[in-house]
């Protein structure tokens, strides 16, 4: 390969591993409002050491109704990538009425994934 377009490779690759960087993390915000995310795994062990929790599936009643996690409740939320949801105006739940009446029950969402 010449010297020029081995350059304007690198040159590409080094932009394309910098816009990964630069991408915004949209985590941070959700966290610091008090939203934790946890893995499959971190449910599971809750879900075994008996702790009280509601467990939301947060898909909409298609995907619900093909296959959910045992235990689950279906309260669709609104259909927005969560790298788009803005804490002054979060996801709209569809059923809020499903959620437990008692505010000390730990509720976990769960759903498609970030897009």
């Known amino acids: 390969m ?4 081995v350059a304007a490779l690198t040159i590409l690759a080094s932009l394309a ?3 990964v960087e630069a991408r915004p993390d949209w985590k941070a915000p959700l966290e ?3 939203i934790r995310f946890i893995s499959a795994r971190e449910l599971r062990a809750l879900m075994t050491s008996g702790a009280r929790l509601t467990l939301v599936d947060a898909r909409d ?3 619900f109704r093909r296959g959910h996690v045992p235990g689950a409740v279906s309260i669709p ?4 990538p ?3 949801v803005d ?3 979060p996801k ?3 059923h809020p009425e499903r959620l437990p009446a008692d505010r000390d029950t730990l509720v976990v969402f769960y759903c498609g994934g970030p897009n």
């Not at 010449?2 to 377009?5: I, K, Q, S």
């Not at 939320?77 to 927005?80: G, K, L, T, V």
């Open 2 to 5: 010449r010297a020029p377009a």
């Open 17 to 19: 591993v910098s816009g």
């Open 32 to 34: 610091r409002a008090g």
């Open 61 to 63: 009643e298609v995907h």
């Open 77 to 80: 939320a609104e259909d927005r």
């Open 82 to 84: 969560l790298a788009f």
């Open 87 to 89: 804490l002054a105006r």
């Open 92 to 94: 709209r739940l569809l």
